[in-house]
C-alpha cells in the first residue's frame, strides 16, 4: 500500500516537473526564435515575459471550447488526450538519473516506440474526427510521415542496441561508462544523423511540420481544434520533443554521465543535454524552409532506411571482429 | 514599323472591315467591323514584321454618352504591342447594341480569358466560342452591368445576398450570436 | 484514396472509381495573399484541377473614376498594389499627363523614378518575405520586415505616409525632396547590398529551398507571353520585356540598368530575378541620387492645388467638394482637354499596370480601365498549377506575386 502511494507521489511530481518544463520549454522557444529574428520575443507578462506562459495556460483554459457541428464528437474528444497520455506514459520510462526512474522495465526502448506511435494515432483521429478537409489531409499526411519515420527511427538505434546488448535504459546509459569517449555518438556517428533526422519528423518539427503546414493546410490536423484542446495538443508536442531529446541523450550522449558528478542533483547533465537537443530543434526551425510531402517520403525511404541498415551491417561486422 | 505604317497595311489586308484609323498623341487606333476580329489579330500576331505578341489590354468602352454619331454603342478595345518589334496597335471593334456579342481571342491569347469575362461582367459583351463565359469580379447572380453608361451609381435596394446574410444575422441574434450591445443592456 | 465518411457527407462509391477530392481554399487561409478563393480538385495532394476566384474586394475604380475628376482618382491608386503604391500614383500621373498634355520638370521626373524604384524594392522584400514563408523559412520574413521599415521611414520622411502616399501630382510630384531624405537614402543604397546578400545566405544555396522551387511551376517564354504575364514573372522565362527599356518613362532612359533575364521559368528563376531586381533598382536610385537635377518639381500649368475652406471661418459654408487637406483644382468646363484615347503602361513591381483614358474633353475620364498585372497573373494560375502538388501551388501563388487589391480594383 505504502508503495503505491509513494509511486503516487512520484508520478505526481514528475507529472508537474515535466509540466513546467513544457511551458517554459515554449518560453525557451519563442525567445531564442526571437532573438535569431532580430525581434525580442515576449516582454510583456513578467520580467522580459517571463510569467508569458502562465498566462498563456491561464488564457487557453478559460477559452471557449468549439466543438464543429458536423465533428465525431467522441473521437473529437478523445483525441488530444490519446496524444497527451501516449506522450506522458513513455517518460515513466525515462532514466533522469541512476535509479530516478519510475518504471525500470527491460524494454524501455521498444516501450517509448509503442507509445510515439500511439501518439500520432491521436493526430490521425483528429484530422478525421473535425470533418474537415485540412484537417483530413494534415491527419493523413502524419500518418504517412509518421510510418515511414518510425521504421528510420527504430533501425537507427538498433546499432545502439546491438553495442549496449540490451533495451533497458539504464542499462544503454551504463554500458557507454562515465568517460567522455564512450559515447555512442563515436561509433555510431551514422545511426544519430538518421536518428536526428527521423526525430524532427516524428515530432512533426521544421522542416517536417507538413502535417500542421500553416500555409499549406492552415494548421493540419489541429484546425479546428480552440482552447484547451488545442493546448493539450500542443503540450503533447513540446513533451514529444523532451522525449525524443532525452532518447538522444541517453542512446548517444552518455546519459546522466558528465565531466564531474553534481552533488544532491544527478540528472543535471541529462536536463543540460535534453537542452542542447531542444535549442537544436529551435535552430532549425529558424533556419530551415519546409519540406514537400512527396520529397519528404523520398528522404525517408531512399535515404534514412539504406543509410540505417548499412550501419546496422557495420556495427554487426565490427562487433563480430573485435568480439 | 510605324504604327500607322502597321494600320495601313491592315487596311490593306482587310479593306472591308477597317472603318476608320485615327491617331491621337502617336497612338494610332484602328476602327474594324466585329465579324473578322479573330482573323485580323491572328494576321497582326503572326505576320512577320508584325509580330504583335502581346496583348497588353482588352477591355469594353460603352459609347452612349460619346456625340460622335458614327460609332456603334460598344467597344471592344485590344491593345496590342510587339516584343521583339517594340511598335503597337490599338483595335477598336465595333459593336451594335442589339447584339452586344463578339468572337473570343482566347484561342489566340490565353491571357485574353479573363479579360473578356471582365468585359462581360462589368460591360454586358459576350464572347462567342468562349468556355467559360461567367461573371467574375461581381456575385453570380448581379443584375445588369455597371460599367455601362445608364448603369445608377446608386441602388434602390440591397443586393440578394447582403439581404440573405442580413437576414441570416437577424435569425442569430435570436440565440445571442455576437449580440454586445444586447448583453450590455442586460448588464445596465 | 478514401474520404471521410461521416454522416453528413455522402459515400462515395466503391467501385473503383476514383471521386477527386475537393478543396476550397480561401478566401480566408493564411498563404493565399488576401481574399483569393482557390478551388481545388485533389488525387491524393495532386491538383487534378485549380480555379482561381477573385472579385472579394473588388471596388469599382472604373465606375468611380468616371464620376470623379482626374486629381481626385489618383488616390484611388494607392489602393491598388498596397505594397509598392507610389509605383501606381507615378503610373497614374504619367498616363493623365500623357493624356491631357501636361509636361514635368526634369526634377519631378527624378523624384518620381527615385520613389518608383523604392515602391519596387518594397515591394520585391514583401515579396520574398512572404514567398519564403509560404515555402516555411520564416526567419526571412522578419528580415524582410526589418529593411522595409527602413525604406517606409524614408516615404514618411518624404510625404508623411507609409503605405498610401498619393505623393506624384498631376504634373509633377506634390513636394521637394528634404536634404535628410537624400542622406538617408545614401545610407539605404550602401546598406542593402550587404543585407541581401544575406537573404541568398539563408535561402539562396538551401538544398531544401531549391527542391521546392527549381523545375517547379516552369514556363516557357511564349506561353508565359500568350497567358499575359509580364514583370519579373515573364523575365524569369526569359523573355525580354521590361517597359523601363522598352517605352521609357520619367527619367528612365537616362538610367543605365541591365534587365535580368532568366531562362528556365520555374519559380527559382523567378526568384533570382527579383533578387537581381533589387540589386539593380539600388544602382538607379544611386543615380538618381548624383543626377538629380535642380529646378521646380511641379509644372506651371499643372492644376493648382486649393485648400479647402473651413466651416468655421469667415469664409461661410464649405463647398461640398473642399474636404480633405487640400484638392488639385481642375477646369470644370468642356472641351479644355483633348478628347481622344490612350493606353499608358508603366513597369509597377509586379508586372505591367496599364491605364487605357477614354477623354471626351472634360476634367472627368470617360472610361478608364486598369490593367493591373496581378488579375492576368492569376489567371495563369491554373495553367501552372495543374498536375503539381498543393505544396507547389502555394508556392506558385507566392511567385507569381499577386495583391488581390491591384487584381479585385
Same mark, same amino acid.
Given at each position: ?32 526564435? &526571437? ?191 480552440? &482552447? ?71 528522404? &525517408? ?23 | ?188 | ?111 518620381? +523614378? ?98 521546392? +522551387? ?196
Amino acid at each position: 500500500m505504502m508503495q503505491v502511494l509513494i509511486l503516487f507521489i512520484q508520478i505526481l511530481v514528475l507529472f508537474a516537473i515535466v509540466m513546467l518544463h513544457v511551458a517554459y520549454a515554449t518560453y525557451f522557444e519563442r525567445k531564442i526564435i &526571437g532573438h535569431m529574428q532580430v525581434r525580442m520575443g515576449p516582454m510583456r507578462v513578467g520580467y522580459h515575459g517571463l510569467l508569458q506562459p502562465i498566462a498563456d495556460g491561464i488564457k487557453s483554459f478559460f477559452k471557449e471550447d468549439i466543438i464543429p457541428e458536423q465533428a465525431d464528437k467522441a473521437a473529437f474528444r478523445a483525441a488530444p488526450i490519446i496524444c497527451l497520455v501516449a506522450m506522458m506514459t513513455s517518460l515513466a520510462v525515462l532514466p533522469f538519473a541512476k535509479g530516478w526512474v519510475l518504471a525500470d522495465i527491460n524494454i524501455g526502448l521498444l516501450f517509448i516506440f509503442a507509445m510515439s506511435s500511439l501518439a500520432s494515432y491521436g493526430v490521425i483521429l483528429a484530422g478525421w474526427a473535425s470533418n474537415s478537409k485540412f484537417t483530413f489531409l494534415g491527419g493523413m499526411r502524419s500518418m504517412a510521415q509518421v510510418i515511414s519515420y518510425e521504421i528510420a527511427m527504430g533501425l537507427s538505434l538498433v546499432g545502439v542496441m546491438m553495442l549496449s546488448g540490451t533495451l533497458n535504459l539504464t542499462e544503454i546509459v551504463e554500458a557507454q561508462g562515465t568517460s567522455f569517449t564512450g559515447m555512442y555518438i563515436f561509433p555510431q556517428i551514422l545511426a544519430f544523423f538518421v536518428f536526428c533526422i527521423a526525430m524532427l519528423a516524428e515530432t512533426n518539427r521544421v522542416p517536417f511540420d507538413l502535417p500542421e503546414a500553416e500555409t499549406e493546410l492552415v494548421s493540419g490536423y489541429c484546425t479546428e481544434y480552440s &482552447g484547451m484542446r488545442y493546448a493539450i495538443f500542443f503540450m503533447a508536442e513540446y513533451i514529444g520533443m523532451m522525449v525524443m531529446a532525452a532518447i538522444g541523450t541517453i542512446c548517444f550522449l552518455g546519459g546522466w554521465n558528465g565531466p564531474f558528478v553534481i552533488p544532491f542533483f544527478p540528472p543535471f547533465w541529462l536536463i543540460l543535454k535534453i537542452y542542447v537537443f531542444m535549442f537544436f530543434f529551435i535552430w532549425i526551425r529558424a533556419t530551415l524552409p519546409r519540406y514537400r510531402y512527396d520529397q519528404l517520403m523520398e528522404l &525517408g525511404w531512399k535515404l534514412l532506411i539504406p543509410l540505417a541498415l548499412a550501419n546496422i551491417v557495420l556495427t554487426g561486422i565490427i562487433k563480430a571482429f573485435t568480439s | 514599323m510605324e504604327s500607322m505604317e502597321i494600320a495601313g497595311r491592315l487596311q490593306a489586308q482587310f479593306p472591308d472591315q477597317v472603318l476608320d484609323i485615327c491617331s491621337f498623341h502617336g497612338q494610332v487606333g484602328v476602327l474594324i467591323q466585329r465579324q473578322q476580329v479573330v482573323d485580323m489579330l491572328r494576321w497582326l500576331r503572326d505576320t512577320p514584321g508584325m509580330q504583335m505578341n502581346h496583348l497588353m489590354d482588352l477591355c469594353g468602352v460603352d459609347n452612349a454618352k460619346k456625340d460622335e454619331p458614327t460609332l456603334q454603342r460598344f467597344e471592344v478595345v485590344y491593345n496590342l504591342y510587339s516584343v521583339p518589334e517594340r511598335h503597337s496597335l490599338r483595335i477598336r471593334a465595333q459593336i451594335p447594341e442589339e447584339d452586344p456579342c463578339i468572337d473570343s481571342i482566347s484561342s489566340l491569347w490565353a491571357g485574353a480569358d479573363w479579360h473578356e469575362r471582365e468585359c462581360f461582367d462589368l460591360m454586358g459583351i459576350s464572347f462567342n466560342g468562349h468556355e467559360n463565359m461567367k461573371r467574375i469580379l461581381l456575385p453570380e447572380d448581379w443584375q445588369g452591368h455597371p460599367l455601362r453608361k445608364e448603369y445608377p451609381l446608386k441602388g434602390r435596394e440591397e443586393w440578394s445576398g447582403m439581404e440573405e446574410l442580413l437576414h441570416k444575422v437577424e435569425t442569430l441574434q435570436q440565440f445571442g450570436f455576437n449580440d454586445a450591445q444586447n448583453q450590455d443592456n442586460e448588464k445596465t | 484514396m478514401t474520404r471521410p465518411v461521416t454522416k453528413t457527407l455522402e459515400i462515395p462509391v466503391a467501385d473503383g472509381e476514383r471521386n477527386p477530392y475537393s478543396l476550397k481554399m480561401g478566401p480566408q487561409h493564411p498563404a493565399t495573399h488576401g481574399v483569393l478563393r482557390v478551388d481545388l480538385e485533389l488525387d491524393g495532394e495532386t491538383i487534378l484541377k485549380c480555379t482561381p476566384h477573385v472579385g472579394y474586394l473588388h471596388r469599382g475604380f472604373d465606375k468611380i473614376a468616371e464620376n470623379r475628376t482626374y486629381a481626385q482618382t489618383l488616390i484611388l491608386t494607392d489602393r491598388l498594389d498596397y505594397i509598392g503604391a507610389m509605383a501606381n500614383n507615378v503610373g497614374y500621373c504619367v498616363a493623365v499627363e500623357q493624356l491631357l498634355g501636361f509636361s514635368v520638370p526634369e526634377r519631378a521626373k527624378y523624384i518620381r +523614378t527615385m520613389v518608383c524604384e523604392m515602391s519596387r524594392i518594397c515591394s520585391h522584400l514583401l515579396w520574398l518575405a512572404t514567398h519564403a514563408l509560404d515555402i516555411g523559412a520564416m526567419t526571412v520574413f522578419l528580415y524582410c520586415f526589418r529593411e522595409r521599415e527602413i525604406l517606409l521611414d524614408l516615404f514618411e520622411e518624404l510625404c508623411g505616409a507609409r503605405l498610401t502616399f498619393s505623393y506624384p501630382r498631376i504634373g509633377g510630384v506634390r513636394q521637394d525632396v528634404t536634404r535628410k531624405f537624400i542622406d538617408e537614402l545614401q545610407r539605404v543604397i550602401h546598406l542593402f547590398p550587404g543585407r541581401i546578400e544575406e537573404y541568398e545566405t539563408l535561402i539562396d544555396t538551401n538544398r531544401i529551398w531549391l527542391k521546392r +522551387t527549381v523545375g517547379i511551376g516552369k514556363l516557357s517564354g511564349d506561353k508565359a507571353l500568350a497567358l499575359g504575364l509580364t514583370g519579373p514573372c515573364l523575365r524569369g522565362s526569359g523573355v525580354d520585356y521590361d517597359i523601363r527599356k522598352h517605352r521609357p518613362y520619367d527619367a528612365y532612359d537616362q538610367m543605365d540598368f541591365e534587365v535580368p533575364l532568366g531562362s528556365d521559368g520555374d519559380i527559382y528563376a523567378r526568384y533570382r530575378c527579383r533578387m537581381e531586381e533589387l540589386r539593380q533598382s539600388l544602382r538607379i536610385l544611386q543615380q538618381c541620387v548624383d543626377m538629380l537635377p535642380p529646378g521646380p518639381v511641379l509644372d506651371k500649368d499643372a492644376p493648382d492645388l486649393v485648400m479647402p475652406l473651413h466651416k468655421n471661418t469667415k469664409g461661410g459654408e464649405a463647398d461640398s467638394t473642399s474636404y480633405g487637406t487640400g484638392i488639385i483644382k481642375f477646369m470644370e468646363e468642356q472641351g479644355i482637354y483633348p478628347a481622344g484615347d490612350i493606353y499608358v503602361s508603366t513597369e509597377a513591381p509586379k508586372g505591367e499596370l496599364g491605364f487605357y483614358f477614354i477623354s471626351d474633353g472634360s476634367a472627368r475620364a470617360y472610361r478608364m480601365h486598369i490593367r493591373s498585372p496581378s488579375f492576368i497573373h492569376i489567371s495563369a494560375l491554373p495553367t501552372i498549377a495543374q498536375g503539381e502538388l498543393i505544396a507547389d501551388l502555394i508556392a506558385n501563388i507566392g511567385s507569381l506575386d499577386v495583391v488581390i487589391g491591384e487584381c479585385d480594383r
